[in-house]
């Protein structure tokens, strides 16, 4: 079992959809929690972090970290066309050492 | 505020030849992180850097991967001999506390 597992999808909504998207993780001593988005031929960029628990809103993004369940989610309302991205999710625990999920690839259609 | 350089962007090789790999960071940030990320997968952790020492090296293939950051800013990652399962993106990044700041990778062809 990976340490941090996640639908690779593809993930295809039309402009304007809410769009969840989901890791889970199995390391119990895990308290950090990124969500990266990747556009084609890039490198990842910080999209959320969020430290142990909680939800965490940025804008359309809100993060949501379950450690009871260990489930991470992003959310992104008003989905736009430039959402259209792979997400990736990652863990870390105290050594700060990244455990990356495999990315969702999302395509927003106008 | 620049980001972090990678270069070359693309380089194609055939197997067997060796190839090399820099990354200029961003200025001040102390850890350079190696990652390797083949397509459709995560990034994974090739070799971290703390200043010029080796924090982290367990996932490098030593046998023919070699890093350095001699003076605490500039890194390169080199593979020799190449093998056609080192194809993938080479992305480098630096971070100055949580925060991991990506390069636009390398992308790495071995025919």
């Known amino acids: 079992q990976k340490e941090v597992e996640q639908d690779p999808g593809p993930l295809s909504v039309p402009e304007g959809a809410i769009v969840s998207l989901n890791c889970t993780y199995s390391n119990s001593a895990f308290q950090y929690f990124m969500w990266y988005r990747q556009y084609s031929r890039k490198g990842p960029e910080l999209l959320m972090y969020?430290?142990s628990s909680g939800n965490k809103e940025d804008g359309r993004f809100t993060a949501q970290v379950d450690k009871s369940s260990k489930y991470i989610s992003l959310f992104i309302r008003d989905s736009q066309p430039s959402d259209s991205a792979t997400y990736l999710c990652?863990?870390?625990?105290?050594?700060?050492?990244?455990?990356w999920g495999l990315g969702t690839s999302l395509a927003v259609n106008p | 505020e620049a980001g972090v350089a990678q270069s070359p962007r693309y380089k194609i090789i055939e197997k067997r030849q060796s190839v090399a790999f820099w990354c200029n960071p961003i200025?001040?940030?102390?850890?350079l992180y190696w990652y390797q990320q083949i397509l459709g997968q995560g990034p994974k952790l090739l070799i971290q850097f703390q200043n010029n020492g080796v924090v982290d090296d367990s996932q490098l293939p030593k046998d023919r991967f070699s890093a350095e950051r001699l003076k605490g800013v500039d890194s390169t990652l080199k593979i020799q001999p190449a093998k056609l399962e080192d194809s993938a993106v080479y992305l480098c990044?630096?971070?100055?506390?949580?925060?991991?700041?990506f390069g636009p990778g390398t992308r790495l062809t071995v025919l």
């Open positions: 200025s001040g940030h102390a850890t």
């Open positions: 990652a863990s870390a625990g105290n050594n700060r050492k990244l455990i």
């Open positions: 969020t430290y």
């Open positions: 990044a630096s971070s100055l506390n949580n925060e991991q700041f």
